[in-house]
């Protein structure tokens, strides 16, 4: 079984920054449920209002978050219903992660496999458009680090993108047979 092995000083950065980001996303929602304003205020602070064009972008940003407040202040259960279904899907995520390397013929431990969803979605952070190439390179490199060949993490994947491109395909068929056709009849009066 492959474990994540850190040293004794990165595992307890890991752990804070953990605790940290944890922390961060509970403030953050509680002052959303509270009507105040977060992100706008970390903007304007660190953007210099000399510069009209940051300026600009300041306030846009300070209009996007009021909207979501607004939104999910005035429908509180639908914020919660968001905030439990995103938790759901990522626990299914590491759950398809950890499913998938054990089809490989791998066995890893849930650490891994949470080591794993989290540089999965660190490799999506590179402004690459699709995340090509960055995200194979990213399983490739990493595999490695939680004891297992980086040809597992190329075929990992190389099946992670295929599956994402068949629902992608899917999602596209029914959208172009169903919803897509009512759109098109609406706007052009077909």
């Known amino acids: 079984m492959a474990h994540l092995t850190l040293p004794n000083n990165i595992r307890i950065v890991f752990e804070f920054a953990t605790i940290f980001l944890l922390f961060g996303i509970v403030v953050l929602i509680n002052r959303i449920m509270r009507k105040k304003?977060?992100?706008?205020?970390?903007i304007c602070f660190i953007l210099p209002k000399k510069i009209k064009f940051l300026d600009n972008l300041g306030k846009k940003i300070e209009k996007i978050?009021?909207?979501?407040i607004n939104f999910f202040h005035d429908n509180p259960s639908f914020f919660k219903k968001v905030i439990f279904?995103?938790?759901?899907?990522?626990?299914?995520f590491v759950l398809e992660v950890w499913l998938?390397?054990?089809?490989?013929?791998?066995?890893i431990n849930l650490t891994a496999a949470l080591t794993i969803?989290?540089?999965?979605?660190?490799s999506y952070l590179f402004p690459i458009p699709g995340a090509?190439?960055?995200?194979?390179?990213?399983?490739?490199?990493?595999f490695p680090a939680i004891g297992l060949s980086s040809q597992t993490g190329l075929v990992f994947a190389l099946i992670i993108r295929t599956l994402y491109s068949a629902e992608a395909i899917i999602g596209i068929f029914v959208i172009t047979h169903t919803v897509g056709k009512k759109m098109i009849r609406e706007l052009f009066g077909v």
């Open 117 to 122: 969803t989290a540089i999965i979605a660190l």
């Open 132 to 142: 090509l190439g960055s995200f194979e390179a990213a399983m490739t490199l990493s």
């Open 100 to 107: 998938l390397i054990f089809f490989l013929g791998v066995k």
């Open 65 to 68: 978050e009021e909207e979501i």
């Open 85 to 92: 279904l995103t938790a759901i899907s990522r626990l299914l």
């Open 37 to 42: 304003k977060s992100f706008s205020k970390i």
